[in-house]
């Protein structure tokens, strides 16, 4: 028997077609371990990238919404100041809108006497065209104007166009004595619009009005005491300032001739402490009692 130290030998076939001894020997530990260790130091090295990928990834993100957040609190903010600055620009042009158109042709007169806002005038003879229209006051002042506003913008022959005057008067129509049967009757809502015609025209030179509601009238010349006041001229505001006119025409023995005549002076868009608005009473020659 061979020892048991000794191996058998096994033949194997050489290059040259003879035998030779397959010789083993003890792997090289180094030698097969140095793979596994590369793989791991590839897969560290990935494992690596990815994970600074995806922080990077998320910080870029990151930055992406904060980028859109101030990019939309920039647009949100530069839209609410474009906003405020139309808003402005349409605030000022309502305001300034009224006083502006409100420079128009008016009556000329002079002041004879003046105590706070009340004022004793003298006009001159003048030409008004006029309308009588029925309803409440605030309704008849809107269709009167409407009738004039249109033969003063054309609604006349030969069609032509007259300047604007200020101010647009209203005043409750006056009884008229008639043949007989005589009948008298009023209800209150029955008002007479007038507009002031420029001065260049005359009866003879105005174009007729396409509406008969439309008169065109001459005024001879008057004197009127006059009160002025802004804001709105709602009925309550002219029943007071009424009350107001008429004690300091009794306490200054005025003799008063007519209804009161309501003046307002500016668009209806006018800021209401921009207004101008008056109520007048039409003077006797003379004072009371005299």
Known sequence: MLPCSIAPALLVNDADGGKRPLILTKPDTATTSFPAAGHVLVLSAVIGFRALFAIELRVVMRMRRTFNAVASNMTQRLTKRVTASIIAILVFGVIAAGPIMSRVEQPEYVVNASEGSIEIRAYGPMIVAEAEVMGER?????????????????????????????????????????????????????????????????????????????????????????????????????????DELRKYALEHRLATVSDPVLAFYNPPWTLPFFRRNEIMLELAATRTGE
């Open 138 to 242: 605030k309704a008849a002042i809107e269709e009167g104007f409407r009738l004039i506003a249109a033969y003063i913008f054309g609604a006349n022959r030969p069609n032509a166009k007259i300047a604007m005057t200020a101010p647009v008067q209203q005043q409750r129509a006056q009884k008229i004595a008639m043949t007989a049967p005589v009948t008298q009757q009023t209800d209150g809502k029955r008002w007479t619009v007038r507009f002031v015609m420029p001065r260049t025209w005359t009866m003879d030179t105005l174009p007729t009005p396409n509406d008969t509601r439309v008169r065109l009238k001459p005024v001879a010349a008057t004197r009127m005491v006059v009160i002025r006041f802004s804001g709105t001229a709602n009925d309550n505001t002219i029943g007071s300032k009424t």
